[in-house]
């Protein structure tokens, strides 16, 4: 793997205003505030979210005077790259970017044949303490904003617009960003408003334009919030870290199934197929030991029944002194094969990215250690 870290510098974008962070209609007055027409808001619109121009000298049909006070009061760069690891094979990349005030957060760009899927952060930080989870560790920082959220989506684009810049490979992808899955840092339903604001501006066919079935949100479970997202009216995906089958065993996985209990989560979940009809998905990372019993995989089983899902077996990526390890391929399978065998559609996630630390949260936290050292 190759790991590249950048030099960051004291940050001057503080004082300057996101573009990013602004519907239309509030680029259209803020630039009315700078004295310029509104024409050009939807021309800089444009050169952000369809063209991906990272700066504003790149935006070469504006005036060069525009474009320089443009540069002085405002932003489209709400990241800076500290870290850039890729992985041997050279189809994972991931980046640990600098925010303006300093806060650290991860996005994982995973090259397939026929897709690029993008793991991006909707938090710094996670307040929801999940035991085996490496961000859960350091606990919340803060809220991403939506301009920050859709800023991931934007630096990735950019990056696979320009070939140059791609890792050397002989299999034809596609050059654009193809799915996105909020799996990264954070829990996005936890950072509802900005989240939801940030998936209208990726899927706004007058903005980013991806399709919302080739969107995936992923949560702890927080069971109002479940029905909250299943009246938006966008076909995001939802998926759902289960981990456990009973209340006793989840609480000592997930802490917040003291508040949203296995039973009210499954509910929200049939409710939000019973208005979106979409086929829910629930994660289940395997721990050696710990959740991987052929008794547990029954119970999960029953307990799914009659829900339209699939469950998606993922291999734990062990976080460093940690007592929980992942389970064995053999034991994986098994675990597959029983739920299978009672009807419900189950898949084993490739183990991608592993060596390069891909779990959530754990490049920042190896760079804070290094921090630490030096
Ligand atoms: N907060 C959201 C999304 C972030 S994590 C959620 O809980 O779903 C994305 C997925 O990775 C979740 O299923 C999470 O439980 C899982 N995960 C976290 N740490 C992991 C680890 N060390 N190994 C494997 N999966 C992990």
Redesign the pocket.
Known sequence: MTIKTFITFPDERQAKRSLLDMDEQQLADFLAELGEAKFRARQIWEWIYQRYAGDFESMTDLPKTLRSRLAEVATVASLTLATEVVSADRDTIKCLFQLHDGQTIEAVLMLYDQRRTLCIS?QAG?A?G?T?????QGGLARNLTSGEIVAQVLYFARYLADPSLLPDSNVERPTQVTNI??????????NYANVWTALRRITDNSAFGLGARHITL????LAPMIDRMADEGLQIGL???L?APNDSLRTSL?PVNKGYSVDAVLEAVRRYVVKTHRRVTF?Y?LMCGINDSPGLAQELAAKLQGILCHVNL??????PD?P?Q?TSDEDTEHFAQILRAAGIPTTVRLRRGIEINA????LRQSRDAQNRTS
Request: hydrophobic residues 40%.
């Open positions: 909707s996670c929801m999940c085996f989870c490496a961000t859960a899955v909020l799996m990264g840092m954070g829990e996005p339903l936890h992923s949560t702890v479970g998926a759902v870290s981990h997930v994660e990372a993922i291999p734990l990526n062990p976080i940690s929980f992942p779990g959530c949260g754990q």
